[in-house]
C-alpha cells in the first residue's frame, strides 16, 4: 500500500485527543522495516541577551505529542511490543517560579498517554539501550545539527556494543517522509481548529477594513489584525503580517509595514493567525479611501475571477497543478483584454509573458505550518487532491510602472487569497466570512 492510501485510510477517523492514535498509525507504518523513531522538538532560541523568543514546539513533534514544553523528544518502539516513550524535562519548582509549571515525566506519562516518560537529563544515557537489536533508526538527519551529532554518538554507542553482543540499526529511513504525508490529509480535529483559525483571521481581515482611511499608517492597521487575532484566542500570528499600501503592494513580501496611506491608492493585507498550532492565511486587497477606482475594479474584478476559477478547479482526483492552470488561464487572458499584453491567450501562456504581472504560483498546502509539509508531485507527476487536504488560492496581479504600462494601472498590486479545505465532492473555503466581492467591500468601508 502506498504511504498516500496508507494515510487516506487512517486519517479520517481522529479521537477527540488524536495524539496516541497517531503515534500508533506511525508505528504502524514503520512495522514492516522496525526499528526506533527519534523526533525532537523545537529548541528555544534566544532573541537577545536573556531573552527567548516565544516558544513554539517542533510541528511534527507537536501533531504526535500535544506537549508544547521545550526540551522534549519523542520515542516511537515498532516491534513485536510497541512503545511510546517520552523525554522531558523534569519537575523543578524553583525553576517554575521563574518560567512556569513543567508536567514532569509522571505527569507527562499520564496526560498524554505515553507508555513510559523518563526526564530528558537521561536521553543520552537510555538512548543507546533503546537503539540496541533494532533493525532500523528513524529520524531526522540535516536538520539540526546539534540533533545530528547527539543522535550520531548513540548509534555509534549501539555499535560499539555489538562486541557484547548486542546488534545496532544497519539502516536510516527519514521519519519526516512519513509524518509529512500524515500531515497532508487533515483528521476531523484539525479541520475544526482550522475553521476557527480561518474565522478569527476574517475576523481580523474585516476590523482591518473598517479602521483603514487615508492618513493612517500601514503599521496602525497590522495592529488592528493582531488586536483581533489574540482577542479571538489565536496565539500568535502565523507569520508576518504585510499591510502594503501603493507601491508597496506590488512587493510580494513586503513586511515594513511603515509608510502612511494615501486617498486614492490600494491596500493589500496578508496576515493570518494560529490556533493551537495551525495556520490560516488570507489576503484581502481594497481601496484606502473606500472605493474603487476605474482600473483598480477592472483588475481586482480579473483576480476575483481568477479566484473563482482555480476553486472550481479543486475537487478529489484532479491535480495539484489544476487551480494554477485554471487562474493563469483567467489572468493571461484578462492581461489582453486590459491592454497590458499582447497575443494570443495560448501563446502569452506558453511564452509565460503573463508572469510580468503574476510571478508566483498560485497556492501552497496550509495547515500547521503556513507553507504546510507534504510533497506536490508523486513519482513525477501532480499528485491528485484527497479530501481532507488543505490549500490556499491566490492569484494576484502586481503592475509596475512602465513606459508600455498605462499610467491608470501603476502600482495596482491586488492578491485575493483564502484557505480550501477539500471535501468529497468539491472544495470548501474556511476564510468566507472575509468580503471579497467589490460591493461588499464598499458597503463594509462605507458603515466604517
Known amino acids: 500500500m502506498s504511504l498516500a492510501s496508507f494515510e487516506y485510510e487512517h486519517a479520517m477517523n481522529s479521537p477527540s485527543f488524536p495524539f496516541p492514535a497517531r503515534r500508533a498509525r506511525l508505528v504502524d507504518y514503520m512495522q514492516a522495516r522496525g526499528g526506533v523513531a527519534l523526533i525532537a522538538t523545537a529548541p528555544e532560541c534566544e532573541r537577545n541577551n536573556g531573552n527567548p523568543y516565544p516558544y ?9 505529542t500535544g506537549f ?4 522534549a523528544v519523542l520515542v516511537l518502539v515498532a516491534g513485536a511490543t510497541p512503545r511510546q516513550i517520552l523525554f522531558c524535562r523534569a519537575k523543578n519548582e524553583e525553576q517554575e517560579i521563574w518560567t512556569g509549571h513543567r508536567h514532569g515525566p509522571q505527569a507527562a506519562a499520564e496526560l498524554f498517554d505515553f507508555d513510559e516518560a523518563w526526564p530528558i537529563g537521561e536521553l543520552d544515557q537510555r538512548l543507546p539501550g533503546l537503539l540496541a537489536d533494532q533493525p532500523a533508526l528513524w529520524t531526522n538527519i540535516g536538520h ?4 545530528d551529532k547527539r543522535v550520531m554518538a548513540a548509534l555509534n554507542t549501539a555499535r560499539a556494543n555489538s562486541r557484547a553482543g548486542t546488534g545496532a540499526p544497519t539502516s536510516i529511513h527519514s521519519v519526516a517522509a512519513v509524518v509529512d504525508e500524515m500531515r497532508l490529509i487533515k483528521d476531523e480535529t484539525e479541520i ?12 481580523a481581515h474585516v476590523r482591518a477594513m473598517r479602521a483603514t ?3 493612517r499608517f500601514e503599521y496602525e492597521i497590522e495592529a488592528e489584525l493582531l488586536h483581533a487575532f489574540r482577542a479571538g484566542g489565536s496565539q500568535f500570528p502565523a507569520y508576518s503580517s504585510i499591510v502594503a499600501s501603493g507601491a508597496n503592494a506590488c512587493v510580494l513580501h513586503y513586511v515594513d509595514n511603515a509608510r502612511q496611506m494615501l486617498d486614492g491608492e490600494l491596500l493589500l493585507i496578508d496576515a493570518g493567525c494560529e490556533l493551537d498550532g495551525y495556520a490560516s492565511d488570507i489576503t ?3 481601496p484606502v479611501s473606500g472605493r474603487f477606482s476605474g482600473a483598480q475594479r477592472d483588475v481586482y474584478q480579473l483576480v476575483l475571477a481568477a479566484n473563482h476559477a482555480a476553486r472550481d478547479a479543486i475537487r478529489p482526483g484532479a491535480n495539484w497543478n489544476a487551480p494554477h492552470d485554471a487562474a493563469v488561464a483567467v489572468l493571461a487572458q484578462g492581461f489582453i483584454d486590459l491592454g497590458l499584453l499582447g497575443g494570443r491567450v495560448d501563446d502569452v501562456i506558453e511564452r509565460g509573458d503573463y508572469r510580468r504581472f503574476y510571478m508566483h504560483r498560485t497556492g501552497h498546502w496550509l495547515g500547521m505550518d503556513v507553507h504546510d509539509v507534504g510533497q506536490y508531485k508523486l513519482a513525477g507527476q501532480w499528485r491528485p487532491f484527497a479530501p481532507g487536504m488543505v490549500l490556499t488560492v491566490e492569484p494576484g496581479a502586481y503592475i509596475r510602472p512602465a513606459d508600455d504600462v498605462p499610467e491608470a494601472f501603476w502600482n495596482i498590486g491586488i492578491r485575493i487569497e483564502d484557505d480550501a ?3 468529497a465532492d468539491g472544495c470548501e473555503y474556511l476564510t468566507q466570512g472575509a468580503p471579497r466581492e467589490i460591493g ?5 468601508m462605507e458603515t466604517a
Open 56 to 64: 513554539r514546539p517542533d510541528s511534527s513533534f507537536w501533531y504526535l
Open 68 to 71: 508544547r514544553e521545550p526540551e
Open 440 to 444: 461588499e467591500i464598499e458597503a463594509l
Open 284 to 286: 484581502r486587497s481594497f
Open 192 to 203: 475544526a481548529l482550522m475553521r476557527r483559525a480561518g474565522e478569527i483571521t476574517a475576523a
Open 421 to 423: 479545505l477539500v471535501t
Open 213 to 215: 482611511r487615508p492618513g
Open 144 to 147: 539540526d545539527c546539534a540533533w
